[in-house]
């Protein structure tokens, strides 16, 4: 079943209960042929030409399954996809490579339906069913959503105060807290930023046993003479405003800049300060084309792993961007339909970088016998289904909001 099939049918096949102006408002936005009023960028472009629609039996002679995977949610037994050459080098993908795209339709998909408005269930798939995972596009996710929405485009513009509400709320990365210094302090800022203040509220949530942090990724303190956690934290906070760190990122000549930047600060890793990039990057103090610069992380190696072996090691940046290029090759070959953000943002390499995590863990269900770097072999998250809208609102400088559905 092709992604559109969705706007007219609930995942069971039952005919959607949504007004059908409602369902061909997000269709047409997905089938436009716009392009993003974004920078542009010589690896790969930011918007794409919408694709024609396809029959799932178009390019396949499977009919008997939906989102080209078999009903039982597992991936068969066929032949690996060719051999494929990046950096040099002629890597032989096994089984989960084309699961990783398989994926990738299936999740997009499911996230299409919500914003729909569609009723579920959204996948027939047992193990999306089942287990927790992102979107295909890390802005979609629900904290992103809110970081874009609520933190970066909401309040004073300027870039001291944007990238102060920015490292706020990702040092915690959790809406819960951002929330509880709102009530207290008012809307966060800079100029009437009070270290004494803030920790008075944080330390209080803990001493009521509240959760302070997201359990996303680890965060790890650095040492600036505290004896919390959040303490060295707004320490850091503090060290970087002063340090102008929001005046030399809008300054910055590139992405990979004020990744350097960042990495500068203590506790700041590798994977850490590409996050706090991107995240930075969706606001209005910079503005670089992801294509530009990507980070693999520890999930996104075990993926490649996965998906290649030992041979990627030490060249997984570009097999990103090499994922990044040739996505609609890899769409088209296996007969998938994927038709991006709104209808015209590609994959970038932030998403493929996520969609390696993703693939990862779906991996260790759909095939146990390929191990990857870590040796987990299940899936910690459990799917408990929210019934709450789906947001979709994305950096107004991407051009895309206005295809989006009114209501989203």
Not at 308 to 329: K, N, S
Request: net charge neutral; aromatic share 10%; glycine share 8%.
């Amino acid at each position: 079943m092709k992604v559109q099939g969705l706007l007219d049918l609930d995942l069971d096949g039952a005919p959607s209960s949504k007004p059908a102006s409602q369902v061909a408002t997000f269709a047409e936005g997905l089938g436009r042929d716009s392009r993003s009023n974004g920078s542009s960028t010589g690896r790969t472009s930011t918007s794409r030409p919408a694709r024609r629609p396809r029959s799932c039996d178009e390019g396949s002679s499977r009919t008997d399954t939906l989102w080209d995977v078999p009903l039982s949610g597992l991936t068969p037994s066929r032949p690996s996809a060719p051999p494929v050459t990046v950096a040099g080098r002629r890597l032989q993908p096994t089984p989960v490579f084309d699961t990783y795209w398989r994926f990738a339709a299936k999740r997009q998909a499911v996230y299409e339906a919500r914003v729909a408005g569609l009723d579920g269930p959204w996948t027939d798939d047992p193990i999306l069913s089942a287990h927790r995972f992102t979107n295909c596009y890390r802005a979609a996710d629900r904290v992103s959503q809110f970081l874009i929405s609520d933190v970066l485009y909401h309040g004073d513009q300027s870039p001291r105060e944007v990238v102060f509400r920015a490292l706020l709320f990702k040092l915690f990365n959790k809406i819960g807290t951002w929330n509880r210094l709102k009530s207290a302090v008012g809307m966060p800022s800079w100029r009437a930023f009070d270290f004494d203040a803030y920790d008075r509220v944080l330390s209080s949530a803990l001493d009521q046993r509240q959760t302070l942090y997201s359990a996303a990724y680890v965060m790890p303190p650095p040492h600036l003479g505290e004896h919390r956690k959040h303490q060295n934290h707004l320490r850091l906070l503090e060290l970087m405003l002063h340090d102008d760190a929001a005046e030399k990122a809008h300054a910055a000549g590139s992405l990979r800049s004020v990744y350097e930047l960042l990495r500068s600060y203590p506790a700041l890793g590798p994977f850490l300060a590409f996050q706090l990039t991107i995240d930075l990057n969706y606001s209005s103090v910079v503005n670089f084309p992801e294509s530009d610069f990507v980070v693999a992380g520890p999930g996104a190696r075990d993926g490649i792993r996965k998906c290649f072996g030992e041979a990627p090691r030490g060249a997984e940046e570009e097999l990103i961007h090499y994922m990044v290029e040739t996505q609609d090759e890899h769409f088209e070959r296996l007969g998938l339909e994927f038709n991006g953000l709104a209808g015209q943002r590609p994959l970038q390499p932030i998403d493929c970088q996520n969609l390696f995590c993703e693939v990862d863990k779906y991996a260790r269900v759909a095939h146990p016998e390929i191990s990857g770097v870590s040796g987990r072999t299940r899936i910690k998250q459990r799917y408990r289904r929210d019934l709450a809208s789906v947001t979709a609102w994305f950096p107004p400088k991407w051009g895309i909001n206005q295809l989006l559905p009114s209501g989203a």
